[in-house]
């Protein structure tokens, strides 16, 4: 029996630096996500170097209009397919679309007074188009996409100057098409300032002269978005009285690899951590022990004063979550097997099973993960992300994908087990609904989506979209409410 409640949100995400291509067409600017290069000569699991973007990247980035190893300039043609996309995704059944605005489409730069007005077409026609196939927004304001030009003109998030810029992007988005919107989340995994700094906060770690200084700006940069998504929270609640915001993290659960106290506690510590980038949304103030740690380590977090009130008094009111894998944690884990996936790496669990790109599934993870969050903040709760990237292999016009349909099936089964136990769930979007570009290793073949898009890593194919055997199954997932989990 299912216990997923009536008006439960089925659906599926992607972001548009990894769907929309068309880079340079419609006013759009340069973003972070435009100089990200595929390197096919790099371990596909070494997420340290894929992740990372040099101050001669990018400069080798702005010198070339090349979309072959520069992927996310060519998405998938959502641009100008997001008809067609939508029309299956309708026949899916989904309720709801996660996606997101690019900033650079509506603000080029950043920095100008006014918004590209192609821009703003394009997300109207976006949302009304959503609107007739009756599937609910879900809109992410920043995910990985920030104008290239505050990165080199203003060190990013650093600047405080940024704030300003951020609040015109937010309320031109929120006049514009907010007539559409009812969910709305500020900034795409909040937490992740630290495993790629570059795309989340625009910081360019070659700049400071010690890692000590580059920590100092990253957290000087994430206290600035703090307050941008508390500003942005302010004003869609003043707005729009009926829409709701809220906080998105990674959620990166850890466990004790064995009843050591030593490792319970640095697991503890660890998702400890992790919570501390939610507690700043959900509460609105920085909790005791990153005072603390911000004191011992000599870091100023340079704030004006009304901050404070600021974060206090514009508090999210749900909390969503991107969930992929759980880690171990341990004191001793010198000699032992590594995994690692989307720049965290752990002790391998010997009771999971682990995917190409060292990503290790842990269904039971995801339930522990919503008990825990919902005791913690007495918050709805979105799981805005989860699903297994795989190779996909392409036959008669379809996938055969029995092992993302088991991924699914067991995933769906914890959430409502969890929602059995008196979690509020709001709903869940997969990602990515659709194969679309990798964000860490920018490739094609790591597939997400129940549809696939025909082109490989370097852009060949037709760009085609074609049923996986996974459609029909989440199809009737969605159709039954959940009850055809339990079925033969």
């Not at 009536?6 to 006013?27: R, V």
């Not at 596909?44 to 070339?64: L, R």
């Not at 505050?150 to 951020?166: A, E, K, P, Q």
């Not at 937010?170 to 919107?181: A, E, H, S, T």
């Amino acid at each position: 029996m299912s216990n997923f409640p009536k008006d439960f949100l089925w659906g599926g995400a992607i972001a548009a630096n990894q769907a929309e291509g068309a880079w340079n067409i419609g006013g759009k600017g340069l973003s972070v996500a435009d100089v990200a290069k595929y390197r096919p000569e790099l371990d596909v699991k070494d997420y340290v170097s894929q992740w990372h973007v040099t101050p001669e990247q990018i400069k080798e980035g702005m010198q070339t209009e090349d979309v072959v190893y520069w992927p996310k300039r060519r998405g998938i043609d959502f641009y100008h397919r997001y008809k067609e996309d939508l029309t299956l995704f309708k026949e899916l059944g989904i309720k709801c679309l996660r996606t997101s605005i690019a900033w650079t489409r509506i603000f080029p730069n950043g920095i100008e007074e006014e918004p590209n007005t192609e821009g703003i077409n394009f997300y109207v026609n976006l949302f009304k188009e959503m609107e007739r196939n009756e599937i609910e927004p879900v809109v992410t304001l920043s995910h990985y996409e920030m104008p290239l030009y505050l990165v080199n003109h203003y060190d990013g998030w650093v600047s405080r100057d940024v704030i300003s810029m951020f609040e015109r992007f937010v309320k031109v988005c929120v006049d514009n098409f907010g007539q559409y919107i009812n969910y709305w989340l500020t900034f795409n995994e909040i937490d992740s300032v630290f495993r790629h700094p570059f795309t989340t906060v625009g910081v360019v770690e070659e700049k400071y002269e010690s890692k000590k200084e580059a920590e100092a700006a990253i957290y000087q940069a994430l206290h600035h978005q703090f307050i941008a998504s508390s500003l942005a929270t302010k004003y869609i609640h003043e707005t729009l009285p009926n829409a709701k915001v809220g906080a998105m993290l990674t959620r990166t659960l850890a466990y004790p690899l064995n009843s050591n106290p030593e490792d319970v506690a640095l697991a503890q510590r660890h998702n400890r951590e992790n919570y501390f980038y939610s507690d700043v949304q959900v509460f609105g103030e920085y909790p005791q022990f990153m005072k603390k740690y911000f004191e011992d380590e000599k870091i100023e977090i340079k704030q004006l004063s009304g901050d404070e009130e600021i974060l206090k008094q514009h508090t999210v009111d749900f909390v969503s979550f991107s969930y992929y894998m759980s880690m171990i944690k341990t004191v001793n884990e010198k000699d032992m097997e590594k995994v690692g996936g989307n720049l965290i790496t752990s002790v391998k669990n010997p009771y999971l099973e682990t995917s190409a790109w060292g990503w290790q599934v842990d269904p039971v993870g995801l339930r522990i993960s919503l008990i825990d969050l919902y005791d913690r903040y007495h918050l709805p709760l979105f799981i805005v992300e989860n699903g297994i990237g795989s190779i996909d292999e392409f036959v008669d016009g379809t996938v055969h994908d029995d092992y993302r349909i088991d991924y699914f099936k067991q995933h769906f089964k914890e959430i409502d087990r969890a929602i059995s136990e008196g979690v509020e769930v709001i709903g869940y979007t997969s990602w990515g609904i659709i194969d679309i570009v990798s964000a860490s290793t920018s490739q094609m073949s790591k597939r997400y989506g129940f549809i696939y898009v025909d082109a490989d890593d370097l852009g060949n194919g037709s760009y085609d979209r074609y049923k996986k055997d996974s459609f029909h199954w989440y199809k009737k997932v969605i159709e039954t409410n959940g009850r055809s989990l339990y079925l033969n």
